[in-house]
Structures are given as structure tokens and as C-alpha cells.
């Protein structure tokens, strides 16, 4: 009998090896069911790459499409460290969307330095509004958060919709069509967020804030007070509350923080390449929930996220680019949920390993031999 | 006469070069009580195991009736008549006796058969137990008789008993000896696993030494001194009476802890104290037995902040604690060695560094603004390391790979450092070894000689009467008596602990 037994000890080195040797076996999977399409796998993945990051312009195209991922990665990143199951990274991102379009709309005749910071800052602020709902349900009245959370993303689709399809609101579009066919109302050119052009890749401003995002992240984890309290909380709740570290605003604190994260993703949407409250076009991308497969990828670190964001970006850019008759239409996805499956796969060879044993009756406390053993 | 269940050259190992046991040799005769006696992580529960089908050996095998068997599941076991009653039971809560003992039975679940074989049995051994009454409902003495009959429906010719006065009242260990006498009597055998020689001594005709998973000898036990049996099972001579410990200073008069009038409810809303009254000096050790589950955890959760007092207060140093608050209960002085210490002391997959931390993190010298200045938190990690001798092969060790000994010795460095002026210390030896216990109370007396008002909170009675100043009964969520540690009589101790407050008036 094969049995896997947890690893006393995790080795360093498997947090970088299976996360890659997952990603092969599911490039080796999907090449096999391309092969059965009847397909030549080597020539889809040559396109795949050259698509998504090789050609002129595809990485360029993948960093806009690869923006949002990172936010809505990083929100569920920080959530999940402490074991907070934020499903809520779409509806946060909609709100922080609904907000810095507000902002946009608001000053954005001005310098485009305090537009930007006005939506960032609108953004974040909506983004964290909505998941504090969450946050002290969860903290104060003991509420499952992967339900509330979820809930408030129909919420918050619903209440992006009615903005601009069931009311007159600021958002929508009130001149000329936009009676006709509801539509937000655009920002003004100057409000559009730029560009850098770094020679052979142009990296739009919400992508380079994510990055920061992202690093600032990781030290406020790695070296301060919050982040040491978050890794406590995450590994024993209980001993976190005895020894006096305030448990309950700690998860308020950390669903908030991911929410604002998520919301300044909504901002970056709308000020790096949307420029409008479009709520039908956020609904179908379901960028929230993709981001919640990014962060598994990065397997919650939020430098690795950045990589993660790039990888998907990358396949959903050039999936979108390569649709057509000659190119298996369902690859992409296909590759996206494979990568996913064999990287959760994956995880279990980190922390465990494979044994075999002769067959003999399993004790549920053999999981722990050393303490069963005494 | 063929033994009735024997191990031959049983060996086992577990993953990480552990070997719980090594070829170990038992001979159970028809009949007799046969005592393992070990420290814990001796090997006793794994040779448990191993006789009851759970683990198969890797080396060696069993015998019944000097057939070798080889179990491949406890129903195995079950089935050629070896029962076992487990430290901690296995019992379905919400079933009643009945329903329990019918359980994994082959067959149709007949509840009214079961429940007139529970009153035979009972009857004929002396266990009485309404075969009705739900597991929830009955006290941990009366579900370990329900684990017995169990065992006894099954008319199992050897009886494997783990530890079973850990959570027995002198008395209740007293009826369960006689229970026992009686199945021998019958020509059943009874294995009877334990870790204290004077319950060894009261009930066993034979005992095997197990010692770092070896056996260390067989003895008959009218020929063995208590000594020998102690040097066997430690390995060296020990100092076997409960006597106190000395000490470098007498109390002070200063009240560190006040606690007056507490009520709170239980986990299930049931009354679990009901108006408890207790004074801690500076310096003096407070200690208070009763049988588990008399409401010590819920008092100690009052007072460390972590259960709402329905009436009463507690006042920690001069500060009156209100509203549930851990931190607050720690600013004023508070240190908590809690009962589940590898979980609601400490954070177990967290390395040793960061749960010494996990007070200090918030102040200077470790905090520097919002920053956790991490060499430094390394630096005092490893100076406490040295000055309470953890054994960890380094800072970075997650807490868990610890042995228990040093795991209590983490938490006791990590709060005797906050310098508190009140320790409150829940069962701290429970389920270490001898050498570890030493240490453990070594400190405890040390930090009470430095002024630290200490409430010590054990079933163990030797523990308490070798540690406290005075001595605190708790039963049923109140104090039945409280007296000077000179006046303690380990008898009427126990019969307070039973509930007998008669004995409680005579001894006051």
C-alpha cells in the first residue's frame, strides 16, 4: 500500500521545484489533449508564447491584461496568509471600479497627478468599505466570510448595474446615445492614466502601482508587527487571543486591507484602459476570481504574485489574440484550470511524501506517530 | 499454563528514526493484573497498540494462548477477546450506554438487549451505569466503566486499560481496582498501563518495566521494592515522596490575585463555577486540585481573560479585569502556562524565536515603530534558549518538533520574562517525563521565591503538596475547602476531591 505521511520538515527548495515542475506537467497534459484534437501541441505552445510575451507588442498587452490580476491576486493572497477565505475580490473590485470612476469624473479637468491619486485613493477606500462588511461580521458577529463575501459581489454587480442601467446616477452616460443605450459616462482624455515606454515594453501605470503594491506587501508580512501577529493568527488563533494580540481587529484590519487592494485594482481598470463604469464588461472578466487561482499559483506570496499575474495575463492575452478557426479555442482556459489543478496537486508532494508501507489498519492518530508513538 | 496474550521481540519504528518500541518480550498469564509501568514516551501505549491490532510490528508478533496471530485490525483483536479501554475514550457522545456498548456489534442494533446486558454486567462486576443515559451526560468515571463493559459485552479475556486513574478520584480508582479483581478472579487477565508505582503496587500481581521502548524486566511485584521499580523505570535513583520543595523565601502579605465571587457558565451554558473566592500572595504558591473537569479550566480562562465571568470580579495586581481581555489581564501582570500549551499557549508550526516573541514583539527593544526588529527578537530568543536550557536544534525550529518538556520550557521562558507578578500555571507537568518535571517545578518554585504569586491548578495531588503554600479543593465549580499546606492530608485531599465535605469538616 502507497501511503503519502506529512513531512516533519518542509525543505526549502520544494516551494520553488513542484510549483514548477506543476506548471510542466500541466503544459505536458494540455499538449496531450491538443495532440488529441489532433493538433501539433509543440506548434500551439510556440504560438502561446510567442502571442502572450514574444512578439512585438504581446507583452505590452499582456501587462495590461495581466493589471487587474495582480490586485485581485494580492487581495486574496494577503486574505488567505491568516486564513481568511476572502472570496470577495470581485465585488471589491467593482466597488474601488465604482469609486475611482467617481474620483475620475470628479477632478479629472485637473493635474493628472492628483486625479491619479484621487482615484487610487477613491478605489482603495471603496474597495475596503465593502470588504470591512464583511470584516466585522467575521470579526464581531463570528460570520462565515466565504459566504458574506461572496454575497456582496452579487451586491456589488447589482449595484454597479443599477448605477448605470436603472438610474440616473453621476456614472452614467445622460447625453446624446446614452439615453437610448445606458452607457458610464467616459473620463476625460487627460484623466487616462499613461504609459511608460521602457523600450521594448510599454508598462502602464496601474501595473507598475501593483508592483509596489505588491512590495510593500511582503515587507508589511514579512517585517512588522501586524504581519508577525498575522503569521500567529494563522497558525493558532488561540494561543494569538491568550497572549494578548486583539484577534478580532486583526482579521477586521486584514479584510479591509485585501478589500482595498482589490479596489485599487477596480481603479487601475478604470483609469489604465476602461476610462468608463462599465459594469456588463467587470462581470464577464471575473477578474476577482481569477484572482483567487493567481494567488494559489504564487502559493500566497505577494513578489510571486507578480509572476503568477504575468503568467495568466499572458495565456488569457494570447488566447484572445489567437482565437480562430485554426487554433483550439478552448486551449487557454483548458491550461489555465490544468496549470491550477496540478499546482494544488502539487502542494500535497510539499508536504507530504510518499511512503510504501505494508498494508495494516490505519489509526487516526498514526498521522502523528511521534505523539501517538509515546 | 500458556500465556493468555504475550508479545514476542515486538519492535516498531515511526518515520523520523523514532522506535517506540524494541523487541520487546510480555507475558500475560490467565488471570492476573499485569502492570506496564513506564514514564511517559516509554513505549507503553504503542505496545498497547500493537496488542490490539491498531499497528502492526515491523519486528516480532503476538501470542494468544501461545499461538502466534498476526491482528491486521482491531476487529481482529476484538474478535479474539483482547479489549481496550483507551486514555482517551471512544465513545459516541450523543448515544446512550446502550446504543454504545451495541455499537460495531455484528447484527441488527437490539437496544433492549444491549441495555439488559449492561445491567447484568454491571451487576456481576460492580458497574453501575443507567444503560439510558446519554455519554454526554454521565461523569468521566462512570463513561470509563461504559468503555469497560464495553469491552467485557465482548467478553474479552484480556483487558488493556491505558492510564485509567488519570481521570479517577482516589475513590474511583479504589471501586476500579475491585472491578478488576473481580474479572481476574473469573480467570480473565488485565493489562493495566501506568506511570505510578503506588497504583502499580495497589492492583498489579506482576509488572513489566518498559524504558525508552524497552523492556527493562519483569517482576513480580510482593518481590520488587518501589525503588527498584523507579530505577528501572528511569534509568537511575530517584527521590520518590511528595515532599516540598524547599524554599528561599516565604510569602509576602502583598495580594497579587483577588478573585471573588466568580460565576461563569461552562462551554455547554451549564453552571461550571459558581461563586469562587481566592486570594494569591506575592511569593506564595496557591494550589488548587480537584478531579479535571470541575471547573479548573473554565477558572483559569476567567482569569487569563478568555471567559465572560457571569458574576464577580477578578483583580490582577491591584487592576480590576472587566470585560473578557487577554491583553489587558497581561498588562497587569498576568503570565498564563495554559493546560493545551502546544495550543492555546503557543502557535506550533511557528518557529521557537517567534513564539518566545509573542509577548515581547509589541514593545522596545523588539519593536522599532511598526517594525519587528528581527535579529534582535533572534538575539533574545537565543539568550533564553540558554538561560532555560531548551533543547531545540536552533531559533528557526518550528515550536511543534519540540519534545513536551521543552515546549513547557518555551512557555515558561517566554512569560516568566514578561515579569509577571502573577503566574498561572494549569496542569504544567501533565504528560512530561521525569526530568522535565523536575525542571518545570524547579522554576515555578523559583519564580514564586522571586515574589511571583503563583496559582497552580493539578489533579495531581503529589504535585500539589510538593509545590504549594497552601492548598485550594475545587468540586463542581466551588472551593470545598482551603488550608495550609502543613494541615493538607493526601487523604482527605482526596475525599474532597470526591465531594465528601465531611472530610473536608474534619480536616478544617
Known sequence: MIRLEPRVERPRRLSVLVPLGSVVVALVLGGVIVALDGADPIAAYERILDRGFLADGALSATLIAATPLLFTGLAAAVAFRMNVFNIGGEGQFVMGAVGASAAGLAVGDGPLAVTVAAMLLAGAAAGAAWAAIAGALRAWANTNEIITTLMLNYLAANLAEYLIFGSKSYWRQLEGTGLMFPQGRPLVARAFWPRYDLGPVEVPLGFAIGVAVAVGLAVLLRTTRFGFQVRVIADEPRAARFAGIRTRRAVFVLLALSGAVAGLGGAADVGDTRHVLDPKALSQVGYGYAGIVVAALARLNPLAVVLTAVLMGGLANAGRSLQGPDFPSGLVGTLQGLILLCVLAGEAFARYRIRRVPRVAVDPEAADPVGAGA | ?508
Open chain 2, 1 to 508: 499454563m500458556a500465556p493468555a496474550l504475550a508479545a514476542r521481540g515486538v519492535t516498531k519504528r515511526f518515520p523520523g528514526g523514532v522506535v517506540a518500541n524494541e523487541a520487546v518480550d510480555l507475558d500475560v498469564a490467565p488471570g492476573e493484573v499485569h502492570a506496564l509501568l513506564g514514564e511517559n514516551g516509554a513505549g507503553k501505549s504503542t505496545l498497547s497498540n500493537v496488542l490490539t491490532g491498531l499497528y502492526r510490528p515491523d519486528e516480532g508478533h503476538v501470542e494468544i494462548d501461545g499461538n502466534p496471530v498476526a491482528f491486521r485490525s482491531p476487529r481482529d483483536a476484538i474478535e479474539a477477546g483482547i479489549g481496550m479501554v483507551h486514555q482517551h475514550f471512544r465513545l459516541v457522545e450523543t448515544f446512550t450506554v446502550a446504543e454504545n456498548v451495541a455499537l460495531g456489534r455484528r447484527g441488527p442494533l437490539a437496544r433492549r438487549a444491549s441495555a439488559a446486558l449492561v445491567r447484568d454486567l454491571g451487576d456481576r462486576y460492580g458497574l453501575p451505569v443507567d444503560p439510558s443515559a446519554r455519554i454526554w451526560q454521565l461523569s468521566v468515571g462512570e463513561q470509563q466503566r461504559v468503555e469497560i463493559l464495553k469491552a467485557l459485552s465482548r467478553d474479552a479475556r484480556v483487558l488493556i486499560l491505558d492510564e485509567p486513574t488519570a481521570v479517577l478520584t482516589p475513590h474511583e480508582a479504589e471501586a476500579l481496582f475491585a472491578v478488576l479483581r473481580r474479572m481476574t478472579g473469573e480467570g480473565r487477565s488485565v493489562v493495566f498501563i501506568s506511570h505510578k508505582l503506588d497504583e502499580v503496587r495497589a492492583v498489579a500481581d506482576r509488572v513489566t518495566v518498559l524504558r525508552d521502548g524497552r523492556a527493562e524486566g519483569t517482576r513480580l511485584l510482593a518481590d520488587a521494592t518501589s525503588r527498584e521499580l523507579a530505577r528501572l523505570m528511569v534509568g537511575r535513583d530517584v527521590v520518590l515522596s511528595a515532599d516540598r520543595m524547599p524554599r528561599r523565601r516565604p510569602p509576602g502579605d502583598e495580594v497579587v490575585l483577588r478573585v471573588h465571587g466568580v460565576e461563569a457558565a461552562g462551554d455547554r451554558g451549564e453552571p461550571a463555577l459558581r461563586g469562587i473566592d481566592l486570594t494569591v500572595h506575592a511569593g506564595e504558591v496557591l494550589g488548587i486540585c480537584g478531579v479535571a473537569g470541575n471547573g479548573q479550566r473554565e477558572l483559569a480562562e476567567v482569569i487569563a481573560g478568555g471567559r465572560h465571568a457571569t458574576a464577580g470580579t477578578v483583580e490582577i495586581a491591584g487592576t480590576p479585569m472587566g470585560r473578557p481581555d487577554p491583553r489587558r489581564a497581561h498588562r497587569a501582570g498576568l503570565g498564563i502556562i495554559p493546560e493545551d500549551r502546544l495550543h492555546t499557549g503557543l502557535a506550533p508550526s511557528l518557529p521557537v524565536e517567534d513564539n518566545l516573541a509573542l509577548l515581547a514583539h509589541r514593545h522596545p527593544p523588539l519593536a522599532a515603530g511598526p517594525f519587528v526588529r528581527r535579529r534582535r527578537l533572534r538575539e533574545r530568543a537565543r539568550a533564553l534558549i540558554d538561560e532555560f536550557d531548551i533543547r531545540t536544534p536552533g531559533p528557526t525550529t518550528p515550536t511543534r518538533l519540540l519534545s513536551g518538556g521543552n515546549v513547557q520550557k518555551v512557555l515558561l521562558a517566554r512569560e516568566l520574562s514578561a515579569r509577571p507578578r502573577v503566574l498561572l500555571a494549569a496542569s504544567p507537568t501533565r504528560g512530561l517525563d521525569v526530568g522535565a518535571i523536575e525542571t518545570v517545578r524547579d522554576l515555578i518554585v523559583s519564580a514564586a521565591d522571586d515574589g511571583v504569586g503563583v496559582l497552580l491548578l493539578s489533579e495531581d495531588l503529589d504535585e500539589i503538596l510538593s509545590l504549594a503554600d497552601r492548598v485550594a479543593v475545587i468540586y463542581e465549580g466551588r472551593i470545598l475547602s482551603e488550608l495550609d499546606r502543613a494541615d493538607a492530608d493526601v487523604e482527605d485531599l482526596g475525599l474532597l476531591m470526591g465531594g465528601d465535605l465531611v472530610a473536608g469538616r474534619s480536616a478544617s
